[in-house]
């Protein structure tokens, strides 16, 4: 059963509450799931929180819905960014999917010296690469919704953060260990081809850290989805 987000600037929501939803949410609860009286819909505030509702009426463009419970939610605690390499193709869509299946807080496309794909591309991408999100968020039931970033070059990216920030690089010789994973965390990952000396150059010089995952060399879409999957997982 999908989940919906509710945008909570409409009011709080309690149990006995009827909460009313046009537009989009609209269109896609009686149009296309085709929701009948009494049906449970589920919605998802911005706190995580989970809201157990039916339909309970559904005329002239907006839909109410009765708020049976509401089922409180924890978030992970550390937040988990993606630096995602451009390339070439719909690779980044099945990234971005399962990015948001592992439960990433953010997603951040980057040019790297070594990437094919340019701004351009990016740019016309990112209408289906927010539809894919919103798509991925409803099926999985995620707690947060991932924040999609506008692309940014590997300059842009390798200064300094106020979190902790990992290099996937298969020639380190630092093996993926809970000392490196300390609080919030973003971890970038190359594009074919790996990261450009100059990259590394410059992430080094900035206290980002390097760490190699297996002996083998991974590709960079695999990497993009496995990689972050590990870090969720310990990060918790």
Known sequence: MPQYLYDQTNGE????????LRGELYHHIVNVRRHKTGDTILLRLGNGNLVHTSLHSASDGCCSLLVKSIEECHSFENSLSVAMPLLKGKCNDLIIEKCVEIGVNRIIPVVYKRSIPDYDSCAKKEPRWLRIIEETFKQC????MPVLEHAITSEDLFVQHSCTALIAHVHSSTELNSDLLIGDTL???GPEGGFDDSELSAACKNDW??????????????????IPAILRERLK
């Open 209 to 226: 850290q390097t760490f190699k995952l297996s002996l083998n060399q991974l590709k960079a879409e695999t990497a993009s989805i496995v």
């Open 141 to 144: 039931m995620a707690h947060d």
């Open 13 to 20: 929501l309690y149990v006995g509450d009827i909460a009313e």
């Open 187 to 189: 971890i970038a990952v």
